[in-house]
């Protein structure tokens, strides 16, 4: 006995526009992928295990990056209010701009250990606009509603 629910079969669900939200599966796996990398980053570079921390701090910027793309494809399916999409993206435009600094002592202290206090500054004004711009976009989507499609 076959008991018919009206749905299309699965594959096609996540494709139909009739079916409104979008998958986060692929957005959260970033997420916490961005996350757990960072968090190996920073315990690397402080620890001064050099090796692992060149991989892991460009890996997390790379992966930081697909994040942003996932959930840029997840927040066009929502409605924010004005004033609270202007106050997240003040904050993750700036996390944007400072990441520049970051790599850039980065590759200054490669060459010169001088540069270890300028990149450990710029290493941690960035993690703080990071993280604020992170609690601000977790609570633009609690204030978002869904997009009716």
Do not use: N
Not at 31 to 53: N, P, Q
Not at 96 to 113: E, N
């Amino acid at each position: 006995m076959v008991v018919e629910l009206g749905l299309p079969p699965w594959p096609s669900m996540l494709h139909d526009p009739r079916h409104a939200m979008p998958p986060t599966l692929p957005f959260w796996c970033s997420f916490v992928a961005t996350v757990l990398l960072l968090v190996a980053a920073l315990f690397t570079g402080f620890l001064r295990r050099r090796r692992l921390h060149l991989w892991l701090g460009p890996l997390t910027m790379v992966l930081l990056a697909i994040t942003i793309v996932l959930t840029e494809e997840l927040a066009s399916a929502y409605e924010f209010p004005a004033e609270v999409k202007a106050t997240h993206l003040m904050f993750a435009k700036a996390g944007g701009l400072l990441a520049l600094p970051v790599i850039a002592t980065g590759l200054w202290l490669w060459r010169d250990p001088r540069a270890r206090v300028w990149h450990r500054v710029a290493v941690l004004l960035w993690l703080a606009i990071v993280l604020t711009a992170t609690g601000t976009g977790l609570w633009m989507f609690s204030q978002g509603t869904l997009r009716a499609g």
